[in-house]
């Protein structure tokens, strides 16, 4: 089946990867095998777990992951001595029993100690992520309420420029139509000025023509 990539890992999804991997280690396995048994329960690919946990999970979980050798190193040792058993006589095999289990017990309240280390430690990781969450949605919801502030008084600005548009284009046409009233009324004062224009007489001479008759002149 082919993985197909996800972009968003969740806090499950961490989860389910940090103890997959602790698991192997207490196991004696390898981190490259919990990477592919994680990739194929979450469709991811062995190095995306891997690249996940080294660069973000990891961290969280240094008690853990000494508490997962430590586990390691008891049960590899158990296992020798039930090797060694074998070829043992009985009283040595419950001496080294006896140990093991000493040891055991004198790691038990250990143990119970770091788990809830682990626990502490991993609720305020998760009230630490809560409040960084909310701190970026107030952000978010108060710069959502500024840009909707921004768009409103743009779009008041922009019918404030409709409205002056439409009064400087009235302004202007008001304006031309008074230049042309101003420059009939200037024609109108330069004809008065030069007085009626009068009437030019005219006589007729001895051989039937008509001759203009100068100004004051009656014959």
Excluded at 32 to 52: I, K, P, Y
Excluded at 58 to 74: C, F, G, M, T
Excluded at 83 to 92: A, G
Excluded at 105 to 117: F, L
Aim: with cysteine; hydrophobic share 35%.
């Amino acid at each position: 089946m082919v993985k197909v990539r996800q972009d968003a890992w969740s806090h499950e999804d961490d989860l389910l990867l940090a103890e997959t991997v602790l698991r192997h280690i207490r196991e004696g396995s390898t981190q490259l095998n919990a990477f592919e048994e994680v990739g194929d329960h979450l469709n991811r690919t062995s190095a995306a777990c891997g690249f996940r946990w080294n660069a973000e999970v990891r961290n969280k979980y240094d008690h853990a992951i000494d508490l997962a050798k430590r586990q390691r190193k008891e049960k590899k040792r158990a296992v020798a001595v039930a090797v060694q058993s074998q070829n043992q006589p009985v009283n040595q095999v419950e001496q080294k029993v006896k140990q093991t289990n000493e040891v055991n017990t004198v790691t038990q309240p250990t143990e119970s100690v770091i788990s809830m280390d682990m626990v502490i430690g991993y609720l305020k990781q998760v009230k630490k992520e809560n409040q960084t969450s909310n701190q970026s949605k107030a952000s978010l919801e108060r710069l959502e309420t500024e840009n909707q502030g921004l768009r409103n008084h743009v779009s008041e600005l922009e019918k404030k420029l409709t409205v002056t548009e439409k009064q400087l284009s009235t302004i202007q046409e008001d304006y031309q139509v008074f230049v042309q009233i101003m420059e009939r009324a200037r024609k109108m004062t330069v004809l008065d000025d030069q007085g009626p224009m009068k009437t030019p007489a005219f006589r007729m001479d001895k051989n039937g023509n008509l001759q203009q008759v100068a100004d004051g002149t009656n014959n």
